[in-house]
């Protein structure tokens, strides 16, 4: 289930909200009134002590020459100056007055945001509120983590991620794979291939684990989601489909959409299919059964997701669409192959992998190309959601085919194919009746 999170450089702009900009206007208008009548008492206060200090020079017969200060060593001796001391004790009250008032107004703007359009007019600012928060707006600093992050899901169920900080993501958890997350901290082959892990969180009620944000380090991603595995259903789930055979009619629907000739008569007639009948059904009709892998989604950086690879079933056709993909570069092939020949490298050494039946887990290929420099790519292994632990001490091969009861995913079937997919990308034919946009890379 991967998340896609594309940024943005772009300036802020006012966002509609409710009764609370009201509250915010009338909030600045009060803290402006009592800044001028603060200013107002300092005048008045130093006025009152230069008129004050005159008195006292010409009652003692000593007034003050043209540019003469007071005599600041007679501080207590007379009462000018004590008077001085409490006048400069009150201007301090008031300034750290100020400062508190400060701090909390910026607070109250922190969690209201900004006031926003009412009858067709934005209320105004002071001008020194608008200066502060332009010089915050434009600092380098802000600008340089002050970017957007449209959601894009290629595959999974919708709403299962959320943004978080500092370039990570929050999933939402399922069992089975905090467990695994957990496990894989203690493998250290599994770690060089997999997003960061940094623990549970809850958020609003529901927990979530925190990981890697993988686009982090791209500017404008294209990213491509492959399913591994020779099967994407758990042999408990077959199981449990057999022991409550229902027919399904929303199976049934989705079924006829692809393809209306595979339901039985029988099929036709209840209009329904049982769970089983799909799972397997849907395995032959991509590539899952036959090369070990599908192409689930994919999102060019410039165009909307595609996820639209159901029937892609052919070398010919997985070529065509991944030629198309990483738009003929040939660095970028070369790149994502070397990854891939690592990711195999790093599995084939690794206790955990050896000791999981890995299902519903996806290769997540992700490359970009900068307007200056070289281009960037790499490759991550993701999602565990199905991913359970074997008895005792079994161990799978990943390669063997699939019989019921070995519990083989074909994971490393997969990846043996996908791996040479790459290597000779340039010499797998389009599909019949299909043209490639510019010449084969490879």
């Not at 079924?255 to 007639?269: A, G, L, R, S």
């Amino acid at each position: 289930m991967p998340w896609l999170r594309f940024r943005r450089f772009r300036r802020s702009k006012s966002v509609d909200h409710t009764d609370e900009d009201e509250e915010i206007s009338t909030y600045i208008d009060e803290y402006e009134t009592e800044q001028r009548n603060k200013d107002d008492l300092r005048k008045d206060r130093r006025k009152a002590r230069a008129k004050e200090l005159r008195s006292i020079r010409e009652q003692s017969g000593s007034p003050l020459e043209s540019g003469e200060k007071p005599d600041l060593s007679k501080r207590n001796s007379t009462n000018i100056f004590t008077c001085d001391t409490s006048d400069e004790e009150d201007e301090c009250s008031i300034m750290e007055e100020e400062r508190c008032i400060t701090r909390d107004k910026i607070k109250f703007q922190e969690e209201n945001v900004c006031p926003v359009k009412k009858n067709g007019k934005t209320p105004r600012l002071s001008r020194s509120w608008g200066l502060i928060k332009q010089v915050v707006h434009w600092s380098p600093f802000v600008q340089v983590y002050k970017k957007k992050y449209p959601w894009v899901q290629l595959a999974g169920h919708n709403g299962a991620f959320k943004p978080c900080d500092n370039g990570t993501i929050l999933k939402k958890l399922t069992e089975k794979e905090y467990v695994c997350l957990n496990k894989i901290l203690d493998d250290t082959f599994m770690l060089q291939i997999t997003p960061k892990f940094y623990g549970k969180v809850e958020k609003e009620g529901v927990d979530y684990v925190k990981l890697q944000d993988l686009l982090a380090e791209f500017d404008n991603p294209s990213v491509c989601d492959i399913k591994m595995g020779t099967r994407t259903y758990l042999e408990e789930e077959l199981i449990k489909a057999r022991e409550k055979l229902t027919m399904r009619k929303d199976m049934y629907e989705k079924m006829v959409k692809v393809d209306k000739n595979e339901p039985t008569e029988e099929e036709h007639t209840f209009k329904a299919v049982t769970k089983p009948r799909y799972m397997q059904w849907r395995e032959r009709l991509s590539s899952t059964a036959t090369l070990g892998f599908r192409i689930d989604g994919i999102k060019q950086a410039d165009r909307d997701p595609d996820k639209n690879f159901k029937t892609v079933r052919t070398n010919q056709e997985v070529a065509y669409v991944l030629r198309k993909h990483i738009d003929y570069r040939d660095e970028t092939r070369l790149k994502l192959l070397e990854r891939l020949k690592e990711i195999r490298s790093t599995l084939e050494k690794s206790k955990f992998f050896a000791s999981h039946e890995v299902i519903g887990s996806s290769v997540l290929l992700v490359h970009d190309q900068p307007s200056e420099g070289v281009a960037k790519a790499n490759v991550w292994m993701i999602d565990f959601g199905k991913t359970t632990p074997l008895n005792g001490d079994k161990a799978l091969d990943h390669r063997t085919p699939w019989v019921e009861g070995n519990q083989e995913d074909g994971y490393l079937f997969g990846l043996d194919n996908l791996v040479n997919l790459f290597e000779n990308l340039s010499n797998i034919p389009a599909p019949e009746g299909l043209e490639d946009d510019q010449p084969a890379v490879g």
